[in-house]
């Protein structure tokens, strides 16, 4: 079927398109329940062969566009929602002036005749660094399915489409100069059953097995290369509780990671003279190092962590560990992956070289390992490590994250999760960067293996409810 053939057909289905929807309400239900949870609110939103513009709508934006090769069917979204704009264009060379936070594709992936040149149309024409593409598509597994409902009249009829596979899909965007952030998959039964929709659905559907039987797949994209590599500021934030020993050996060791870069010392709960000596050792490097220092006003690393990243002035926020096992000279890995935009969250990760000897306990590595294990299936990528404390993101998006952080309440004291969480939630692209690990030198570990270690499994069951089973 040509283009023209497949505007044709579309245009004389414009008509029953809301009868279809309302035939199938509960799978564009599921459906819009995922997008919602991955736009969040107040977003701009393209979405690419809109239809009649039920789904746009549904999502809320604070600005939509819709566009459509169907003239009839873009004539009907005007008519229904005249507060969004709604355009009949190609999606392969359409032209509207405008950059948006989100860009989606519904079910419409597998209709494109050249789909690599509609992803790279939508890099050039669409897209901002901060730019994210939402493709959801039907897996070649149900083709046999759909394709006897069509024949039923249990769905609208499509053309003959093309299957593509989720890695034939990542490939393609992978030419088109965009990469992969997250992917998964939805709806086992895509029919409402009573009880049994919702408990196949919600929670059967994300075992790792049958979740390769479900009825279409989603992949969140991000372009690459828009981001501009200069030099950008940085805040470094270091908590200090019981670390006085440490003080200057951090800013001795501390690389020199930018023209304009600040110290932040957060103390907090100490029984030695940390605060005093971080007050001391500022004085001393006064000419050479930009430190600040404050107390924190609560309790618990992620307090002092929140209260350093509010203080601070930099592009690029950091968290260095005060007990120095990750040494600060590794910070250049950091601040160099964000400035290259390998990534917009990156984490550190002691599991990879050998640690020194007394560097991390057995039963501490067990602990890691198991962690690492329910987070890259949680979150839907690769964590070797959830627990290095050396963790790297932008200003403006700890600011978003901030915002947003209502979703999961304030519920966990060391910070990490509440980061990794919000990181994964605005979809940013999480990257790991491999560390030595040192032996503690100075003091003893704040941390509890048995008391902490429990309330992380608690705060990861908390988080499958709020990210896998919503």
């Not at 149309?121 to 939402?134: D, G, L, Q």
Request: proline fraction near 4%.
């Amino acid at each position: 079927m040509n283009k023209k053939e497949m505007i044709d057909f579309f245009d004389e289905r414009a008509k029953e398109r809301d009868k279809w929807r309302r035939k199938n309400r509960y799978y564009y239900e599921e459906l819009e329940k995922l997008l919602k949870f991955i736009v969040g609110e107040k977003k701009s939103i393209l979405e690419i062969g809109c239809g009649t513009g039920e789904t746009l709508n549904n999502l809320h934006p604070i600005e939509g566009w819709g566009i459509d090769f169907s003239e009839k069917m873009i004539a009907t979204a005007k008519k229904k929602f005249k507060h969004m704009n709604f355009k009949v264009a190609d999606a392969e060379n359409y032209r509207i002036n405008k950059k948006f936070d989100f860009i989606i594709l519904t079910d419409t992936i597998n209709l494109f005749e050249d789909v690599q040149k509609v992803f790279t149309h939508i890099r050039k024409e669409s897209c901002k660094p901060e730019t994210r593409v939402i493709l959801t598509f039907h897996n070649p597994f149900w083709e046999p399915v759909l394709n006897l409902a069509e024949r039923l009249k249990l769905k609208m009829p499509n053309p003959l489409q093309n299957w593509l596979s989720a890695e034939d899909i990542k490939n393609l965007l992978e030419l088109s100069d965009f990469e992969t952030i997250k992917e998964g998959q939805r709806i086992l039964i895509p029919r409402n059953i009573p009880f049994l929709s919702s408990i196949f659905n919600k929670y059967l559907s994300q075992l790792p097995i049958l979740r390769k039987l479900c009825f279409f797949n989603y992949i969140v994209a991000r372009p690459k290369g828009l981001r501009n590599k200069v030099e950008k500021s940085c805040s470094v934030i270091i908590p200090a509780r019981n670390e006085a020993g440490n003080i200057e050996r951090a800013i001795e060791e501390m690389p020199r990671l930018c023209k304009n870069m600040e110290i932040i010392f957060v103390e907090g709960g100490s029984t030695d003279n940390t605060y005093q000596e971080i007050k001391r050792v500022a004085k001393k490097y006064k000419g050479k190092w930009n430190i600040k220092y404050m107390k924190q006003d609560g309790i618990g690393k992620g307090n002092a962590v929140r209260k350093g990243f509010d203080s601070a002035k930099g592009d690029i926020l950091m968290i260095l560990d005060a007990d120095l096992t990750v040494p600060p000279k590794d910070l250049t890995k950091f601040y160099n992956a964000m400035k290259e935009d390998k990534g917009e969250f990156i984490n550190g990760t002691r599991l990879v070289y050998p640690m020194e000897k007394e560097a991390m306990r057995t039963l501490n590595k067990i602990g890691n390992k198991i962690f690492s294990i329910i987070f890259t299936w949680l979150l839907g990528q690769r964590f070797k490590d959830t627990l290095c404390g050396t963790k790297v993101l932008y200003k403006k998006d700890y600011e978003e994250l901030k915002k947003n952080r209502k979703y999961f309440g304030e519920f966990d004291p060391f910070g990490d999760f509440d980061l990794i969480f919000g990181a994964s939630k605005m979809n940013l692209k999480i990257v790991e960067v491999p560390i030595r690990y040192r032996e503690r030198t100075y003091g003893d570990t704040n941390i509890s293996r048995f008391k902490h270690g429990w309330l992380l499994l608690k705060m990861s069951l908390f988080a499958m409810r709020k990210i896998k089973f919503f």
